[in-house]
């Protein structure tokens, strides 16, 4: 067994656990090697950790379907715009090790340092993704996209995975990973999960953590305001619905609507006119006390 791979111990009540984690991509790679030589089948699922019910269930939905699975714990410079968003990101390592434990002992969890995934020159390279990264988030938060393209072009390229995994609750990102791999002809299946929400309704996100108790009860309101621009989408036009929503959080102050659009699916081009056999998204980010939310949800 390659010495650089940490053997950690986690000692939970009277039980020890251990598990294998991957700081540095050599190691990772030379552990998976002989794997891919044997055709086995990869799973991967990028995460920036603060791992929750969401995380798990794409990892559940990777182990269920392949021989390995991989996550990605790694909170990636290249995609903050915002320099204190990225300062104050929820770093959990040992919590996360745990949560990846309760699911099986065979999952492997790479998370590397900046250096090992950008030497000392965090950059992003520049992509166009036909126009998708420049709707909802790509106007909001510039660069953002380049930073996501960038970094799952490098773990793909060290993971060569079979299939990886990601949450329809960053449905712009997934469409865009879809493009990734179509347009550079990557070797990878993409697989869309569906948003995993607490019983209050609420997208569980690692920015909840963030959220007192009081917020965290406020921000169920977002989900019950695209529920009700679902059912009034079914009679009513984009426009009025887009407003519907408006108002609903201009009532109160607590909230911040950055912005919500009704957009194609696909093309996540905005909705002027419905259309026959398209299929429409309702997406919303609002901060709550500061803290930035996204949602979204099928209109049909
Ligand atoms: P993150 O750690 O926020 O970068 O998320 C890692 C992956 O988990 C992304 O593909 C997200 O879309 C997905 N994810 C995050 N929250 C949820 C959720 N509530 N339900 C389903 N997938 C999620």
């Known amino acids: 067994m390659d010495l650089s791979i940490k053997i950690v111990s986690l000692h939970r009540k009277h039980n020890i656990y251990t598990m294998f984690i991957f700081n540095d991509k050599d190691s990772l790679e030379a552990f998976l090697n002989p794997l891919i030589n044997q055709k086995k089948t990869i799973g991967f699922v990028p995460t920036m950790g603060a791992l929750h019910e969401g995380h798990q269930s794409l990892i559940k939905k990777s182990v269920a379907e392949n021989e390995i699975t991989v996550i990605s714990i790694f909170v990636n410079p290249t995609q903050f715009n915002n320099p204190e968003d990225l300062e104050k990101y929820p770093r959990t390592l040992d919590r996360d090790v745990t949560k990846?434990?309760?699911?099986?002992?065979?999952?492997?969890?790479?998370?590397?340092?900046?250096?090992?995934?950008?030497?000392?020159?965090?950059?992003?390279?520049?992509?166009d993704f036909d126009g998708l990264e420049l709707q909802m988030e790509g106007k909001h938060r510039p660069g953002h996209f380049d930073g996501v393209g960038t970094i799952i072009k490098k773990f793909f390229s060290i993971i060569k995975p079979t299939r990886a995994y990601f949450g329809?609750?960053?449905?712009?990102?997934?469409?865009?990973?879809?493009?990734?791999?179509?347009?550079?002809?990557l070797p990878v299946e993409i697989i869309g999960c569906p948003i995993h929400r607490a019983n209050s309704g609420l997208a569980m996100s690692s920015r909840n953590e963030r959220l007192s108790a009081e917020a965290k009860a406020k921000a169920t309101y977002i989900f019950k305001t695209l529920q009700e621009a679902k059912e009034k989408f079914q009679q009513q036009s984009a426009k009025d619905v887009t407003q519907y929503v408006y108002d609903a959080f201009e009532k109160d102050p607590e909230f911040e609507l950055e912005y919500f659009e009704i957009a194609d699916?696909?093309?996540?081009?905005?909705?002027?006119?419905?259309?026959?056999?398209?299929?429409?998204r309702g997406f919303i980010t609002v901060f709550i006390n500061g803290i930035r939310l996204i949602d979204n949800i099928a209109l049909y």
């Open 265 to 280: 699916e696909e093309t996540l081009l905005p909705c002027i006119e419905k259309e026959p056999n398209k299929k429409y």
């Open 100 to 127: 990846v434990k309760e699911i099986s002992d065979l999952i492997l969890i790479y998370t590397p340092t900046v250096e090992d995934i950008y030497g000392n020159n965090p950059a992003a390279e520049q992509f």
């Open 168 to 185: 329809e609750k960053d449905f712009q990102q997934l469409q865009i990973i879809k493009k990734l791999v179509a347009k550079e002809n």
